[in-house]
């Protein structure tokens, strides 16, 4: 009878480890300059939040919660935010926030033109999809192992392994929001005489936008849980706090760097969920695209008939 153990066994783990270390050796140029963007913006961002004081955040945060959600939201995160004070963990909450700020916009802008060009273009998609499905059934943890050996360990690969993990729900909802415009819709553009640019511009991404905002939520949430994960590769921020409680047998420190980032998670969580409501602040009404679309297709030139008075 066959048995597995009498099977050869392929060394993989020997050709992984000579492919990645060939690649950072001969591709560091490459990866230095992947990583300086994103440590420009990340220092940036925690050096804004670390020095302005904590009544204008707490200020500013209820401002945006109040425009961008409701007075609800607005109420909870004020609340929030002096709690994750009271814990003592102020400093650390925001150097949290500062990742997930970094990768929402880092991924914003990688993510968003891709998943257009995926909505444009089914080749595209049809290479792009088999890439997405891998990395989102990937685990959390084995982003760290390639970002350690290609970046080195701290703070800045460690938003590199955020951004990466983020990604992928963004250019879905993307590409899923566009190729979700309907076609009469569509049809309707084209028949105005609009372009291609137009079209997408004036038309499909003004109706995709919720569906969009819906990936920017997914997005939210899946940097905020990465960004616990990174402090295994000296990442800085909460879950540093949660994973030194552990490695102490510190259970205090461990729940109260918990409790702050289950409230600074809800929080981003209600203001992304109500931006991606239909009727939400960040949907644009179907009657503004429609005259928009005329304005920009009507000729400058052009001046309207004059009825008779029969008709």
Do not use: H
């Not at 880092?106 to 049809?126: L, T």
């Not at 049809?187 to 819906?214: S, Y």
């Not at 969580?269 to 503004?288: F, H, M, S, V, Y």
């Amino acid at each position: 009878m066959l048995d597995a153990n009498d099977l050869n066994v392929f060394p993989v783990d020997a050709w992984i480890q000579d492919g990645v270390a060939w690649i950072a050796l001969n591709l560091r140029p490459l990866f230095l300059a992947i990583k300086w963007p994103v440590e420009y913006v990340l220092n940036l961002n925690i050096f804004l939040l670390q020095e302005i004081p904590f009544l204008a955040i707490v200020a500013v945060a209820v401002l945006l919660a109040w425009r961008l959600a409701s007075l609800g939201v607005a109420c909870f995160s004020a609340v929030a935010l002096v709690a994750i004070a009271a814990l003592g963990v102020w400093s650390e909450a925001m150097t949290t926030l500062s990742l997930i700020t970094t990768a929402i916009v880092i991924c914003a802008a990688v993510g968003i033109p891709i998943g257009i060009g995926c909505a444009r273009s089914d080749r595209m998609w049809g290479v792009v999809r088999p890439i997405l499905d891998i990395m989102q059934t990937t685990p959390t943890f084995v982003y760290l192992v390639p970002v350690v050996m290609l970046f080195g360990v701290g703070t800045v690969p460690g938003e590199v392994a955020v951004v990466t993990a983020a990604a992928p729900p963004l250019i879905r909802f993307t590409n899923l929001g566009i190729r979700m415009v309907e076609t009469e819709m569509v049809e309707a553009g084209l028949a105005f005489g609009a372009t291609k640019r137009q079209l997408l511009w004036e038309v499909q991404l003004p109706l995709a936008v919720p569906t969009i905002l819906g990936g920017l939520n997914q997005t939210v949430l899946t940097a905020m849980v990465m960004s616990v994960v990174v402090a295994m590769i000296g990442a800085e921020g909460l879950g540093l706090v949660v994973l030194q409680g552990l490695g102490r047998l510190d259970v205090g420190r461990a729940a109260v760097g918990g409790i702050a980032i289950v409230l600074l998670a809800m929080m981003l969580d209600r203001i992304t969920q109500k931006l991606a409501q239909p009727g939400g602040p960040g949907g644009r009404p179907l009657l503004r695209s429609l005259r928009a679309l005329v304005r920009s297709s009507r000729p400058a030139t052009s001046k309207p008939a004059i009825s008779s008075p029969d008709q």
